[in-house]
């Protein structure tokens, strides 16, 4: 377990600003204590400095997941955001997009939401900008990429696409292997 670097610090800021903004600062500097990124085996972890100073007296080999999973960067040093990081983004987002409940079933299967499941949207989303994916219960149940701008969610027929499925909470059982 060890520090980011300088690039791989920045790859993973970047992909947090798609979908908090400026709000990353909240996420370091929180009122319970000082808290950390660090890198295990390729993923990322979110954790407490106290939990960090306890995590460094087990052997490498033997720690599993110090922290919060973020994400973990791939074999071309992409970083890919993971779905355990959602219970942290969702308090944070700055594009929110809620889902009617016919559609929700799909999100969750891995599709990708469509107009005709859309129930509202973040005014002033951008194209291609980070949006965290409700329930109309405000429950959070992953994050995508608008595939439209909300101006053009207006516009657009019911059956085309207006946010790419990235991460859902529905991976907790598909992946569940995999997930750390």
Request: charge should be positive; proline fraction near 4%.
């Amino acid at each position: 377990m060890r520090p980011l670097t300088e690039t791989e610090t920045r790859a993973v800021f970047e992909k947090l600003g798609k979908y908090i903004g400026e709000n990353i600062q909240l996420l370091v500097d929180r009122p319970d204590g000082t808290y950390c990124f660090r890198l295990h085996r390729d993923r990322v972890y979110y954790l407490s400095e106290k939990l960090l100073k306890l995590a460094a007296s087990v052997p490498r080999e033997s720690l599993v997941a110090p922290g919060t999973c973020f994400g973990k960067f791939t074999k071309s040093q992409k970083f890919r955001l993971s779905v355990t990081a959602l219970d942290f983004l969702a308090p944070y987002a700055k594009y929110k997009v809620w889902v009617k409940p016919g559609s929700e079933q799909s999100f969750l299967y891995g599709n990708h939401v469509l107009k005709s499941g859309l129930g509202r949207i973040t005014e002033s989303t951008a194209q291609y900008q980070g949006v965290v994916v409700y329930s109309m219960a405000d429950v959070p149940l992953g994050f995508g990429v608008a595939a439209k701008s909300t101006q053009e969610c207006r516009k657009v027929d019911p059956l085309a696409i207006v946010v790419f499925h990235q991460a859902d909470v529905g991976e907790y059982v598909r992946n569940e292997d995999t997930l750390t």
